[in-house]
């Protein structure tokens, strides 16, 4: 194994690499700075999450640029504000002995004069999102004529965020003897296809196998009703005090709801997503780095690439669509050579969707139980006595002691040590005693989806209809293609003027709802709603469903958590007819789940473009 030293690189840089610790090169550093400090090449390195990437480009760049020069010299993609921010301070935090050297972040969602100025003091590198780049060339307020070094950082992930005409108009005002160094988690046909057009006899590097996750994960299942998700997000979190996680949704909306439904609970949780402001995201990001949040719920787009030490689970509240983003979700644990957890909660519909991941991370999934309330109590209770076994004594309390002792005279030791466990073991104790057990055993075959499929699963309500050229069997066919869903998933449609009613399975929902948080149809809006006598507060529901351990929770309401389920929704075929005949929007808009939707649809606003664009690809492949 080499040094760091044996690679070449200078003496500032190596001084750099003892503050920050590194102490050997990472296996994709050792490959791929000898190369780049050698040779004017391109290069194609692929590697996974967590294994080093920034350094292996970002030392090479460094050394070779020349800092007494003003000019811009190094052009860092990535796909995200928040990795280009991270770039950027590890790139200044490599080059901290390289004096006059200028690293400037280019990204949106934060004042554009502001970054030119920078620019324009002499920035040798710069590190920036696509759409934030391209609109500044396009002001000629970066001047990248003179580039000679380019890194595509997370190929995989910008392309999949649709950068790829940005990147391709942003490439092609740069020389072209320049060298373009790419760097990808996987390797998509559309990565290849822009190695073919971009680079010129690129050597190739690729680090342990092709799509493989870390090692030092484990990786688990929770088979759960899918309306239960959210209560079996609650006990996992109980179950493990010392937790400081990841949760991934599919959506931005998901992740808003999931987040506020949990800090209600009184968890220590934070959203983040593209509906954010950069100002928003930033707070979350730094209070997610300093332990202030325990629990980050985020989207893929928003969370990739962060780089936080010491995460010890990764929940996957929900599975992406596509199969590859569980390697970069569960790489956001186990990094540095700490072991993690990755674990899915998974309803039994989308069990065979672990065995094609099972096939990319080459790991098979542990089934796990969701620990029932009383082994929930018994972890509190522990981990509480541990905690204040290692306290240490604040000595500011010495002046009441007297009082505190006085009031104890009679206590015996055993009794004080009962009584003060019973404060805080009461709250889980109040809250779990009458808990159900949330696992669905998987040989069951599903009786419980088949009990909520009875009748007629989902109904929706959609505001397109005649009037828009369809028919029951156009609007159909549409559905199925729009929402890549099978022959019989779509059914009884019924097309009236202006808008129309349609099923699927219940455990389609969450899909077919998330997919048409933005969707256009010519030009307008597509709001598709519930329509049920009772608008079913769902697992993951807004409605508070009873509090849940929640850690700095006071009173710990214990109420009716069933409430939350699903489970009596009452909608035969009869008193469906009923609400459509009403047609009646209005009252759907008054329940408690339309009017957000709706504002949705309209509002633009500042959004992540690229998170935007995402959620349409993920789900609407197939309108592309
Ligand atoms: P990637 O881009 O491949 O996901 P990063 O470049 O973000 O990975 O690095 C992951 C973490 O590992 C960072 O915290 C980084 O500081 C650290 N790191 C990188 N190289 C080394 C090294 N040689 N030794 C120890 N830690 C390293
Ligand atoms: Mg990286």
Known sequence: MSTFQDLGLNEDLLKAITDLGFETPSEVQEKAIPILLEQETDLVALAQTGTGKTAAFGFPMLQKIDIDSRTTQGLILSPT??????????MKAYGKYCKGLNVVAIYGG???TDQAREVKRGAQVIVATPGRMKDMIKRRLVDITKIQYSVLDEADEMLNMGFKEDITDILSGTPDDKNTWLFSATMPKEVSTIARKFMNDPQEITVGHKNQSTNTVSHEYYLVNARDRYQALKR??????????VIFCRT????QKVAEQLIEDGYSAGALHGDLSQNQRDIVMKQFRSRQIQMLVATDVAARGIDVDDITHVINYQLSDEIETYTHRSGRT??????????VIVSKSEIRRLKSIERIINKKFELKEIPNGMAICEVQLLSLANKIHNTEINHEIDKYLEDINALFEETSKEELIKKFFSVEFTRFFNYYQKSKNLNVAAGDSGRDSGRESSGSGARYFINVGEKDGFDWMKLKDFLKEVLDLGRDDVFKVDCKDTFSFFNTEKEHQEKVLAFFTDYKHEGRFVNVEITEDKPSRGGRGRGNSGGGGGRRRDGGSGGD????????????????RRSEGSGSVDRRRGSDDAPARSRRSDGGGDRDKGEFKTTHSRSGRSRR
Do not use: H, V, W, Y
Request: proline share 2%.
């Open 81 to 90: 504000r928040e990795l280009c921010l991270q770039i950027a301070n590890e």
């Open 110 to 112: 934060s004042s554009i």
């Open 236 to 245: 996992l979190a109980d179950a493990n005090p010392d937790i400081f996680s």
């Open 252 to 255: 931005k909306r998901d992740t």
């Open 334 to 343: 186990g990094r540095a050579g700490k072991t993690g957890i990755s674990m």
């Open 561 to 576: 958590r069933r409430r939350s389920g699903g489970g009596e929704r009452r909608s035969s075929e009869g008193r469906g």
